[in-house]
């Protein structure tokens, strides 16, 4: 389970037995890149393959999942989501209203995010087989409107070398924003899935940000964009931090993290830096426009506990964590998220 | 199962339980006409799900089939295809060995048809809850740089009212050439997972068609084409005469089909023109470039055994099939296809 869980394991696993085999010249940004979406011939295009469990949680279900995961991997690289597809892979005998619920939930989260379903294909197979239901959705997307002037406004402060919101274009001093809390898909799930009970207080964070993200691109001057899924806010940042060449220092007292998601992951002994979110995303801007970016992003229903959580910083190489009772820890790439099929 | 097997169960199943929770407005081609690809903004966009059993047979496997089947969709409406997508599920404890060769594969068919993969994304499935490994391809294409002067051919001779090579374009008198042998994925793959032993003889036709389609459209004249996939060439042709509204007539003596597939159909009880293909174009011509787009596709190595199977006419308003022995018969379209888990 440790090849899926989105952590280190799972990278060697790709990189050793799936990339290897893959032709991908010709691209802007290519497959080995291991960017949330890549870019051919102008062409944003993302596929993301949906195996939760249970289907239907509280703040969302496969459907609403299926959606927002893939319509923002489109957007963080600084695509404009397009059109989406989905391939259903059904259990033979599944009762058809949780097909109905799901495809529902699918449909009403397209339309929020302003995108249509364009294309399909659904397979069934025979029971046992298959646990359920299988969703997987991929998009493409057009280059936002706003992105030539958000990085040229960049650029009047830095050095700006990316042509898009790519996982390597952070860099000394630039500012790191997290939209809201962390952690609470992971948690809900987990809690749920597990009878813990925690799901009163915790729920799902499914969204989809394309919205959010429009907001920020139109103030300017961010660099790099991601949505810290699986793994968590750890391994995005520690992604960015291996990929831009640049260590990333990040406050413990400013990370958005309520009390509830607090105490369920002290409980259940996982950290919820490095369970997998839904709904939020990590911005990378150039120092001089984060304020007002973070204003932007607080304005918008998805960014309301928006908050600067950090700096990139050439003093470290790594992402280091300045905690709470004054001391610092490095903040590691987990080896996988703590919770399995997350999503 | 029978809402899987692509046939009518299917597509009931389709549009009351999936399609009809779906935003799908401001397309060329919508989700709703059940195209093989959908366009959107100039955009040719295509998914396809193989949960195909075993994995590795005579003549494929899993990765050449997901190449060969997306690859397709996009050139049979009349696109270019740029890059393919590839999301899989593994069960937790498979052979590395079986993702490294069905990796490899889907490596080598991409390589053969000139697209890249662009983008992927891996997920893991505890055992017991999937079936080994299913993969999900998606694809996007541009227009054929030959589909311009392919319809203005056309439209020399009859009027052309279709902008891509959609079901709904065949009208009377137009040539219906098939590009090869039919019924040899699905005999194949049903022979060998059943153990009849006729294996030996029929081997799985999976092949991208990407080269031979332009080949055909080069010439010019094309107004329709579709590859005969689940159910076979009998739900092709019933698709084109419901959509097109126009009756289309065969001479089952011209149908190329094989001593081994015929003998082996017959055994197995199962009617050959109802099995799915996927190395095959069904291509709809106006008639007065039939002859030289045949000659065209006899050229290339996939459409060696092309021939013209019969053609469309308002005297009827469904698929007839003139028999070998004089008689006719009206060829239904299967209520799916006989094969279950065949792609």
Redesign the interface.
């Known amino acids: 389970?440790g090849?899926?869980?989105g952590g280190e394991t799972?990278q060697e696993?790709?990189a050793s037995?799936?990339?290897?085999?893959?032709?991908?010249?010709?691209?802007t940004v290519?497959?080995r890149s291991l960017d949330d979406?890549?870019v051919?011939?102008g062409?944003v295009?993302?596929?993301?393959?949906?195996?939760v469990?249970p289907l239907f949680f509280p703040g969302g279900d496969i459907g609403s999942l299926s959606v927002a995961g893939t319509v923002n991997d489109i957007a963080v690289i600084g695509g404009d989501p397009?059109?989406l597809?989905?391939?259903?892979?059904?259990e033979?005998g599944l009762d058809?209203n949780m097909?109905?619920r799901a495809?529902?939930s699918?449909?009403r989260t397209?339309?929020e995010a302003g995108v249509?379903?364009?294309?399909?294909?659904?397979?069934?197979?025979?029971a046992?087989?298959?646990?359920q239901m299988?969703v997987?959705t991929?998009a493409?997307g057009?280059r936002s409107p706003h992105m030539d002037q958000n990085l040229e406004v960049a650029s009047k402060y830095r050095t700006v070398n990316n042509t898009w919101l790519t996982d390597d274009s952070t860099r000394d001093g630039d500012v790191i924003i997290l939209s809201g809390n962390v952690g609470e898909h992971g948690i809900a799930l987990l809690s749920f899935r597990e009878g813990y009970g925690f799901e009163s207080e915790v729920r799902s964070d499914i969204a989809p940000l394309n919205g959010l993200i429009t907001e920020a691109l139109k103030i300017g001057g961010v660099v790099a964009m991601k949505d810290p899924t699986r793994g968590g806010l750890a391994n995005t940042l520690n992604e960015w931090s291996q990929k831009s060449g640049v260590g990333i220092e990040v406050e413990e007292s400013s990370l958005p993290l309520t009390d509830p998601v607090r105490n369920a992951a002290d409980l259940l002994g996982i950290d919820p830096l490095s369970i997998g979110n839904e709904g939020k995303v990590v911005v990378s801007c150039v120092a001089e426009m984060a304020e007002d970016v973070l204003k932007a992003m607080r304005g918008h229903q998805y960014g309301k506990n928006a908050t600067i959580i950090g700096r990139a910083t050439s003093k470290y190489r790594q992402v280091v964590l300045h905690t709470e009772i004054g001391g610092k820890r490095i903040l590691e790439a987990p080896m996988g998220d703590p919770v399995?099929?997350i999503c």
């Open positions: 389970m090849h899926g869980a799972m696993f790709i037995h799936i990339i290897s085999h893959m032709p991908d010249a010709g691209m290519p497959l979406a890549a051919v011939d062409i295009f993302t596929t993301d393959g949906h195996t469990k397009l059109a597809s989905c391939a259903l892979i059904i033979e058809l097909v109905d495809m529902a699918l449909g397209a339309k249509p379903i364009a294309t399909g294909d659904t397979k069934v197979m025979e046992g087989a298959i646990d299988i997987v991929s493409v057009k399995p099929r």
